[in-house]
C-alpha cells in the first residue's frame, strides 16, 4: 500500500459525460501528478500539482482539468467524454516537486466511457 | 522514435532464473532512473530509485545505469511466482516534473 488513495475505482459512463476522479497523496507529500494508461499510449503524464498551484502541464486534453485543494487532495475532471477517454488514471504523489523526486502511485481509476 | 525504449516481450522463465529487464533513452538530461513493477490492473509500485550512473543493490534487485550509453537494466535474482507483472523504467530529468515511462515488460515466472 503506497498511502496514496484513489476513489472510486471504477467508473462506467456514457459519451458526453462529465466524471471528477479524486486523489489524496501520502501524508505529508506536496505534489501530486495525475497519469493516463491505455493500452496503446502506455503510461502519459497530465498535469501536476504543487502545494496548490498548478507546476506542470503534459498532453491533457482541454476538455480535462484539474485543481488542488488546501488540505491537498486532488480532483481530475474529465468533461464531453470521448470513448477513446477509456483508460487508468493514475494519481502519484511525492514530498517535493522537482526531478528528485520518488513518486508513489495510487491503485487508480478504471474509466469506461461506453 | 520514442523518448524511452522498453522491450514488452512477453518474457517468460522458470522459477530461480535471473530475470533481466533493460531501457534505453534519448534524452540526455535524464538524471533519476527508476524501475517499477505493476500487478495487473493495479497501480505501479516504486522497486529501484537510481540517481546517474551505477548500480544499485536491494534484496533479489539490482539496477544499473550506464549514462554514457543510454541504457539502463533490471536483475532479479532467484524469481519467483510472485515476480509475474509488468516492468516498467521510468526517468526523469533535473528540472523534470513528470516522469517518462518505458512500455513495460511482462514477465512471467513459471513454478
Known amino acids: 500500500d503506497s498511502g496514496v488513495t484513489q476513489t472510486p475505482k471504477h467508473l462506467i459512463t456514457a459519451t458526453g459525460q462529465r466524471v471528477t476522479l479524486r486523489c489524496s497523496p501520502r501524508s505529508g507529500d506536496l505534489s501530486v501528478y495525475w497519469y493516463q494508461q491505455s493500452l496503446d499510449q502506455g503510461l502519459q503524464f497530465l498535469i501536476q500539482?504543487?502545494?496548490?498551484?498548478?507546476?506542470a502541464k503534459g498532453n491533457i486534453l482541454e476538455r480535462f482539468s484539474a485543481q488542488q485543494f488546501p488540505d491537498l487532495h486532488s480532483e481530475l475532471n474529465l468533461s464531453s467524454l470521448e470513448l477513446g477517454d477509456s483508460a487508468l488514471y493514475f494519481c502519484?504523489?511525492?514530498?517535493?516537486?522537482?526531478?528528485?523526486?520518488?513518486?508513489?502511485f495510487g491503485p487508480g481509476t478504471r474509466l469506461t466511457v461506453l | 522514435q520514442k523518448e524511452v525504449e522498453q522491450d514488452p516481450g512477453p518474457l517468460s522463465v522458470p522459477e530461480g532464473a535471473i530475470v533481466s529487464l533493460n531501457c534505453t533513452y534519448s534524452?540526455?538530461?535524464?538524471?533519476?532512473f527508476m524501475w517499477y513493477r505493476q500487478y495487473s490492473r493495479k497501480g505501479p509500485e516504486l522497486l529501484m530509485y537510481?540517481?546517474?550512473?551505477g548500480n544499485k543493490e536491494d534484496g533479489r534487485f539490482t539496477a544499473q545505469v550506464d549514462k554514457s550509453s543510454k541504457y539502463i537494466s533490471l536483475f532479479i535474482r532467484d524469481s519467483q511466482p510472485s515476480d509475474s507483472a509488468t516492468y516498467l523504467c521510468?526517468?526523469?530529468?533535473?528540472?523534470?516534473?513528470?516522469?517518462?515511462f518505458g512500455a513495460g515488460t511482462t514477465v512471467t515466472v513459471r513454478a
Open positions: 500539482y504543487y502545494n496548490g498551484e498548478e507546476r
Open positions: 537510481t540517481y546517474s550512473s
Open positions: 502519484a504523489s511525492s514530498p517535493r516537486a522537482g526531478g528528485d523526486n520518488e513518486q508513489f
Open positions: 534524452n540526455s538530461a535524464f538524471q533519476y
Open positions: 521510468a526517468m526523469s530529468g533535473w528540472d523534470d516534473y513528470k516522469l517518462s
